[in-house]
């Protein structure tokens, strides 16, 4: 038995309207190879004004070319790329990174050793007034939370405050866009979740336009205004956070995006046949009776399931074949008797055994995403 608390259906279901400034920056069907490999294939993408937009895919899939490709430190084959409407790369133009209104924050900081925190954020602005620039430094030293550290060298920092004095770095010149290109990957696990936040809240507080390149899904979306998903060099998927993760537009976005599993199944009658039992229609986004009689996949995220012990050896609906112990909860990977493969997670109170029965039943409050079965 499926049981399900959906109040409507997918179709009628109507997404919040967002407010989103002009365009700051645009790629129009930007396209680089090196050799025989394409890196970035005919990608186009806007990013809105005080916008933080996060390129995310896996190693691999041309999300840095096209950082690089931002920031000026390549050129593209083909397609154009415009800042504030200027085009800053094309057929007929390409503009000197240090003549882009663009910042970027290196992977590893890369600060300058030789001189204090201070000389550091002031380093993009020596053609300021000296009184400008100090009012300056004093600004973002404070906002970032390291006055006092001004005249210290960088080797007296944590990885964290090196962090921020980098964005303070970039952030100088009041760039129109500001690149970030993978920001916590050398930070400690446990400084990640803590600098995220502090991140996203001093780009907020300036309001600068802000694109990050991450392979972490978790980065991604619990500081991103959007998500664009990068495969092979195209964006697959854009979209706010929760309707990337919720609402995949093909099977490689959600397959990516968290642990997804498939059942399959055929519509007839305005009902979808499944191991977990029978789906109504209703409950999956934009199945309509258009689609009476095809066999689809429906996907299924860990927390749509709930596993429970079964009676005996002959009940149930599947076997547990791989559990995942992660702190809070247990991952369990469940191999039902039709050969489908679903995740079932559980606080981890709930200790359920390898080899074990168990019936798997669905318990969604949303609706479920589908795609052509295999």
Known sequence: MIEHT???AANDRVEPTVQRGDPVLELDGVSRSFGAETAVDDLSLSVYEGEL???LGPSGCGKTTTLRLLAGLDRPDEGSIRVEEEAVAGPDSFV????RDVGLVFQSFALFPHLTVGENVAFGIDDWSADERDERVAELLELIGL???????PDDLSGGQRQRVALARSLAPEPDVLLLDEPFS?????LRTEMREEVRNIIKETGVTAV???HDQEEALSISDRVAVIHEGSVEQVGRPEVVFEQPESRFV???LGQAGFVSGQLASGVVETDLGTLPADVIEGLGREYDGATIDVMVRPDDLVATPADGPDEGNGEIVHRQYTGPSFVYQVALDGGDSVYCEHNHADNLALDQRVRVDLQVDHPLAWFPAE
Request: charged letters at 25%; zero cysteines; glycine letters at 0%.
């Open 53 to 55: 937009l996060t390129l």
């Open 96 to 99: 000197a990174p240090d003549d």
């Open 147 to 153: 006055p006092e550290y001004r005249d210290h060298s």
């Open 6 to 8: 959906v109040q409507s």
């Open 186 to 190: 050398n930070l400690d696990v446990s």
């Open 254 to 256: 959600a397959e990516f």
């Open 212 to 214: 990050s390149v991450t």
